[in-house]
């Protein structure tokens, strides 16, 4: 999979194109429209992450000219301004997806995935996190073999975890996920539930699954050991 | 009527100022009357003078001055027209004196003795008794030889008299007419001329308290109200200038904000997840990244005020049921309440229909709800209401919690306001949930109020202009 990323802060470039390497993936770097323009009209890229507030030649236009040239790479825009307007003006033109700096790299990645259809953890009817058993038709969860009866919130903050186990979410993306952009920024309602789940999933078993990281967010999973 | 009012004052003033000329134009009036009337007897009565002296003349002439008494007497009836006629020699010897008049306004024999003048002519007023006066003129008749005779002749001033009472009854009787010509005079004069001035008042307090986009409408008219509504213009453009500045300022800021921010987000993960594992360095990491994540809430809590102060909200506007969102919220936020053990109840009358932005609107809930829980103990109780009233759709937020105490209750939608700063910056608040909460309702048209009681809770009450209801399938998202 090869990736152009166009964003003219270094420093949130490098970051970016180190996590995606990271990830396996071969990353493009340029640092202005321009060049970015260069680089998407000749190379056949299948994701262009682009910032909009480009020196040369703006965001915008390089993704309206992209798809002027028929050019099909999914688009991830990347901006500092979520205004509702030029959300929309930018799905208008051409945008796949939509990220508000500052995010976690947790949550690029994710949409990164999502748009190049590769589902993390997939869409079996069945999760399975160790000893965790998740139905995604009949919505039960076992552990151990053991029944585990959950609210709906709860089964879905689960689900959410099970389906990205092993990654760090962090609260804004469960927020966002689990309930709605209405609760952002009111990120101890993700606490609070996990509390809860945790006392039905971790606490009657020897092993803990769900895992706080501090000040990133919480993860589903055996190997971590905090 | 308020007597601070510039209009009372203005009346009074008027109404003082008319009346004022009015009497000192009758004071003047009264005293170029007297003199007139005085004047016009002086020339009577020298002209009298001079007749008799010429009649003396010829008596003398013809060497009968002893008839002079008769002839005057003949001529002149001085008794009959209330007249006095007195003729004397310079050693003080009589000639001749009128007999009393037949009206007994006066005794000529009781005036003063005769008084000889610096000239020829000259004129006295004599006092009587009562309050009364006889004009005495005299004529000086120099012969030749150097006999001269002192020729006086005299009236009473009653009639001068008389006519001043008229002309001041006159006076009396028109200055209450003057005085309500005055006030009601003034009344409309100052209503006319304040009107307008009423009108400016109530544009600009509703410009004020609307927005600052609006302006004073200007009458072409030329005089002080134009140059006043210009002025006023003048400023509610600069305060809208203001505002708008501090807006952009708050928006750029929060803006300029975010790159800085991906960045030290982005690598303090990093760091978090490849670094060195020590509990103790991840512990630190996770502590600047939990406040990475408080600034995050700051930056787009100042952003979403700035842009609904903006008036740009209007994106998605739909019709929806509040009370089906309200017990919709309610129901995802219930855990926190279960959480703290407070009872959370939710009321409300399906079909209070409201026009907007269904996840800002949700905002509010979540927010209000959020802080009622923050802000009650555990046990407490959080109700929720939606009602119609009055045309409007109220959600009430009630809860017995802690409270707030009444001298910073209208601070509290202020940005940043908090009640006791320990309490809430240890709950993790931006302190922005409140002006968040407010922008939103202003930019729905709606307001919000909060009321407390210190101890006992409080109760935050939105109102949004109701919608008639539509088809449900349409609120519904």
């Known amino acids: 999979m090869r990736l152009l990323l166009v964003e003219d802060e270094k420093k949130?470039?490098?970051?970016?194109?180190?996590?995606?390497?990271?990830?396996?993936?071969?990353?493009?770097?340029?640092?202005?429209?321009?060049?970015?323009?260069?680089?998407?009209?000749?190379?056949?890229?299948?994701?262009?992450?682009?910032?909009?507030?480009?020196?040369?030649?703006?965001?915008?236009?390089?993704?309206?000219?992209?798809?002027?040239?028929?050019?099909?790479?999914?688009?991830?825009?990347?901006?500092?301004?979520?205004?509702?307007?030029?959300?929309?003006?930018?799905?208008?033109?051409?945008?796949?997806?939509?990220?508000?700096?500052?995010?976690?790299?947790?949550?690029?990645?994710?949409?990164?995935?999502?748009?190049?259809?590769?589902?993390?953890?997939?869409?079996?009817?069945?999760?399975?996190?160790?000893?965790?058993?998740?139905?995604?038709?009949?919505?039960?969860?076992?552990?151990?073999?053991?029944?585990?009866?959950?609210?709906?919130?709860?089964?879905?903050?689960?689900?959410?975890?099970?389906?990205?186990?092993?990654?760090?979410?962090?609260?804004?993306?469960?927020?966002?996920?689990?309930?709605?952009?209405?609760?952002?920024?009111?990120?101890?309602?993700?606490?609070?539930?996990?509390?809860?789940?945790?006392?039905?999933?971790?606490?009657p078993f020897s092993t803990q699954l769900i895992h706080t990281v501090r000040g990133v967010g919480y993860s589903l999973g055996e190997e971590q050991d905090s | 009527m308020n007597t601070q009012s510039l209009k009372f004052r203005l009346i009074g003033w008027y109404a003082c100022l008319l009346l004022g000329c009015f009497m000192l134009?009758?004071?003047?009036?009264?005293?170029?009357?007297?003199?007139?009337?005085?004047?016009?007897?002086?020339?009577?009565?020298?002209?009298?003078a001079r007749q008799v002296a010429q009649l003396l003349r010829e008596e003398i002439a013809s060497h009968s001055e002893n008839r002079v008494g008769s002839e005057v007497e003949a001529r002149y009836a001085p008794d009959v027209n209330d007249r006095f006629v007195r003729i004397s020699q310079r050693d003080g010897v009589l000639l001749y004196i009128s007999p009393p008049p037949k009206s007994q306004t006066f005794d000529p024999t009781t005036l003063p003795p005769p008084k000889w003048p610096q000239s020829t002519e000259g004129a006295r007023e004599v006092p009587l008794l009562g309050g009364r006066a006889v004009l005495v003129t005299s004529h000086v008749l120099q012969l030749p030889g150097g006999v001269a005779y002192l020729v006086e002749t005299g009236a009473p001033m009653d009639e001068v008299r008389t006519e001043l009472r008229k002309w001041f009854i006159f006076l009396g009787a028109m200055l209450p007419l003057v005085g309500v010509i005055a006030l009601g005079g003034g009344y409309v004069l100052v209503k006319r001329a304040l009107a307008p001035v009423d009108q400016i008042a109530s544009s600009a307090e509703r410009i004020s308290s609307q927005n600052l986009g609006g302006r004073l409408p200007v009458a072409r008219t030329g005089d002080e109200l134009e140059r006043l509504s210009i002025a006023l213009n003048h400023m509610i453009e600069r305060l809208d200038a203001a505002f708008q500045y501090s807006r952009r300022f708050v928006a750029d800021a929060s803006h300029e904000l975010r790159t800085p921010l991906t960045v030290l987000k982005g690598e303090l993960e990093d760091f978090v997840h490849k670094g060195p594992q020590s509990p103790d360095w991840r512990d630190r990491l996770g502590s600047a990244l939990e406040e990475v994540d408080r600034l995050t809430n700051i930056v787009e809590g100042l952003f979403a005020i700035s842009r609904l102060d903006a008036g740009e909200a209007a994106a998605e506007w739909v019709k929806f049921d509040l009370a089906q969102l309200v017990s919709a919220t309610a129901d995802q936020m219930s855990l926190l309440a279960e959480d703290k053990k407070i009872k959370l109840t939710c009321q409300g009358n399906v079909g209070v229909w409201v026009e907007g932005d269904r996840a800002r609107l949700k905002q509010v809930v979540v927010n209000l709800l959020d802080n009622a829980i923050k802000y009650t103990p555990e046990g407490g109780s959080v109700a929720l209401?939606?009602?119609?009233?009055?045309?409007?759709?109220?959600?009430?937020?009630?809860?017995?919690?802690?409270?707030?105490?009444?001298?910073?209750?209208?601070?509290?939608?202020?940005?940043?306001?908090?009640?006791?700063?320990?309490?809430?910056?240890?709950?993790?608040?931006?302190?922005?949930?409140?002006?968040?909460?407010?922008?939103?309702?202003t930019a729905h048209h709606g307001k919000v109020e909060a009321s407390s009681t210190l101890g006992q809770g409080s109760r935050f009450r939105v109102e949004l202009p109701r919608v008639p209801a539509t088809a449900p399938q349409l609120g519904t998202k």
């Open chain 2, 385 to 441: 209401t939606v009602f119609a009233q009055n045309g409007k759709a109220v959600l009430e937020v009630v809860d017995n919690g802690i409270g707030i105490p009444t001298q910073v209750l209208p601070k509290v939608f202020e940005r940043f306001f908090r009640v006791d700063t320990a309490r809430s910056r240890e709950q993790g608040g931006a302190g922005l949930g409140l002006s968040i909460v407010k922008s939103i309702c």
């Open chain 1, 12 to 203: 949130v470039a490098d970051f970016v194109a180190r996590g995606l390497r990271a990830e396996r993936f071969a990353v493009d770097l340029a640092y202005d429209g321009v060049s970015g323009w260069d680089l998407a009209s000749t190379v056949d890229y299948d994701l262009v992450i682009l910032d909009l507030m480009l020196p040369g030649l703006a965001g915008t236009e390089l993704l309206r000219r992209l798809r002027q040239k028929g050019k099909t790479a999914a688009v991830l825009v990347l901006t500092a301004r979520d205004g509702t307007a030029e959300k929309v003006a930018n799905f208008e033109a051409g945008a796949d997806d939509y990220l508000t700096k500052p995010f976690a790299f947790a949550e690029l990645l994710v949409r990164v995935k999502a748009l190049l259809r590769r589902p993390p953890a997939g869409r079996a009817p069945v999760v399975r996190v160790a000893d965790l058993e998740i139905d995604r038709l009949t919505q039960q969860v076992r552990r151990g073999g053991k029944r585990i009866e959950l609210t709906a919130k709860e089964y879905g903050l689960l689900e959410y975890l099970a389906a990205n186990a092993g990654r760090v979410l962090s609260r804004t993306m469960i927020v966002e996920h689990v309930w709605d952009e209405s609760f952002e920024g009111l990120t101890n309602i993700v606490d609070v539930y996990v509390r809860h789940l945790r006392s039905k999933v971790d606490d």
């Open chain 2, 25 to 48: 134009l009758g004071a003047a009036t009264y005293v170029a009357l007297r003199t007139s009337l005085v004047s016009s007897l002086k020339e009577n009565q020298l002209r009298r």
